[in-house]
């Protein structure tokens, strides 16, 4: 078998690669809690949660924090920004659904998601989005279906 892949070293690989943009736009990124190991993909995994992360600083108004919070198996990102209307909630991992920026642009080809879905189909896991007013938590659970009661 292969050897277990650390989530907290996939979050730290996609807050590298995202920091900057973060940076450009005046939004500090932070993580916090543990997170287990598992066999999982070590590049999918930081490429799901890296198109999170750029998901959420897309909508983060400046000045705010986007908080990736660990917890065993499952990875939540949570940002301050405006949330997403619940007729689009149901959609965001569509491809090519895209929800207008704040600014109004339309920015992103709506696949950063449709790839999340995938990654997390490909594991056997699942994603799950919700408003927290204000901001959107968007909350990635590896843990296999076949473990979950």
């Not at 590049?43 to 750029?54: H, Q």
């Not at 920004?81 to 992103?108: H, K």
């Amino acid at each position: 078998g292969r050897a277990p892949v650390a989530l907290p070293a996939c979050a730290e690989a996609a807050l590298a690669q995202t920091r900057a943009r973060a940076a450009q736009r005046g939004i500090a990124l932070a993580l916090r809690g543990a997170g287990a190991s598992g066999p999982w993909e070590a590049e999918l995994v930081t490429l799901a949660l890296s198109n999170l992360l750029d998901n959420a600083i897309d909508f983060a108004p400046a000045g705010s924090t986007v908080q990736m919070v660990l917890d065993s198996a499952t990875v939540a990102v949570q940002d301050a920004g405006p949330g997403v209307p619940d007729y689009a909630l149901l959609r965001l991992g569509e491809r090519f659904f895209t929800t207008a920026r704040p600014g109004g642009e339309r920015s992103g080809s709506g696949l950063g998601l449709a790839i999340v879905q995938r990654v997390m189909a490909l594991h056997g896991g699942r994603m799950a989005v919700r408003n927290t007013t204000p901001g959107l938590r968007v909350t990635l659970d590896f843990t296999p279906a076949s473990q979950t009661s």
